[in-house]
């Protein structure tokens, strides 16, 4: 970054006083500017809230790997719609004390990735089965204005990020073998400085802004962004705002993030991700409603992630009834899929619902499931148990409540990814 955009955006972000009195102040009192600005932080906002749950574990800290040993179920409250296919291995970075390291095992053909996130939950890179192969290596992770030595150096935009791994596992007896995979994962890193408390989403305007001010301090945004952080230079740099303007904005921006007004668009019973996802561009209302609906998200090239309909044409299910979903028997990907069942809970966020049978998700790789003659599989899904030769194919809904079906496809072909092939609909049965 030259002197010129650094004066542009320090700015925007009323780091230098003579420019911050020059922002639009006609702004201060806008609704919309402030729920622009909402939207923009929000990312930084559920990062640091992640980041600050997972450093609650025992033994977790800057610069250190963890991982999870079992697969994520009802009680998986983390992150909004985990997985049941992966474990999951996770380190939050400061790269401001120098370089990280990260060494990936030889997996062979387990499918795997390892996906590092700047603070704005773009991925700079996705390490894993499709990019680099079966056979691992040693990368370099390197922040913001550092020297890129070390092997395989790979620029992260912001001096913190996160790490997220996915290391599949083809059911229980696949356990230990999953566990020695992520044990090969390993990051190697000057210990990392303390973290501040930051105030989540809930919380009061004038704080989540103070948080998004200061969060945006430590983890400066790219200057392709200049634009909107003038815009928004009231709430996001100066903070001098009407406090009625900014509640006003926040309450706008709540119900879009809550409903994702205008962004999800059905195409024969699902929604499809967009091009850009985990990867935003200046989309960022786009960027908002996936961080507080589905945080970490991997570029579609990775996997697609699919949201059904659902009755009332927006992604909610209500009915007590019975539903069918007929997967066909040959899908376009080279990795897996699944059917993921989620309580939609109030606030946008989605999590796996407690059922009798323990089962979360459906997928190809689902054990003792009931194809018909021509490989097809129809999955049957409800509340109750829906008895004889369709139970071995139930995926169990909420007892009561709203819920969510999401369906991910791993390695997604290109008949997929253009739009060529596209899957059932969920119907009434």
Known sequence: MNRREWLAMAGALGLVPSLAQAADQERKGDPSAARD?????????????????LLKAP???????????????????WVTTPNNDTLYSSAFLDLTKGPVTLTIPALGERYYSAAVMDMFTNNNVVLGARTIGGKGGTFTLVGPGQASSGPNPTRIATP???????????GETDLDAAHKAQDGFVVKAPAGGPVAAYANRDAKPADYFATARSLLAIDPPPPTDLKILARTAAFLGAGLYDEAAAAAGVEQARMITIFAKGRQTFVGGWSYPRPNLGDYGQ???????????????LPV???????????????NFTGDGLYRLSMPAQIPLDGFWSLSMYEAMPDGQFFFTDNPIKRYTIGDRTPGLKRNADGSLDIWIGRTDPGGDRS???????????????L????????????????????KA
Not at 283 to 297: M, N, P
Not at 392 to 406: D, M, Q, R
């Open 37 to 53: 600005a909402f939207l923009y932080a929000l990312p930084l906002i559920e990062m640091a809230t992640t980041r600050a749950r």
């Open 59 to 77: 033994g977790a800290a800057i610069n250190k790997i963890s991982h999870t040993r079992t697969l994520s179920d009802h009680n998986a409250r």
């Open 160 to 170: 913190h990020a996160w790490l997220l791994v996915r290391t599949l596992v083809n």
């Open 283 to 297: 989309d960022y209302l786009y960027r908002g409603i996936v961080a507080l609906q589905g945080l970490g998200a």
């Open 301 to 315: 090239a990775e996997a697609m992630y699919m949201k059904a309909a659902g009755d009332d044409g927006a992604g």
């Open 392 to 406: 071995a194919n139930w995926l169990p809904a909420p007892k009561s409540g709203p819920f969510a079906l999401y």
């Open 408 to 427: 991910r496809a791993y390695l997604p072909r290109a008949e997929l990814l253009g739009g060529a092939f596209r899957f059932p609909a969920v119907a």
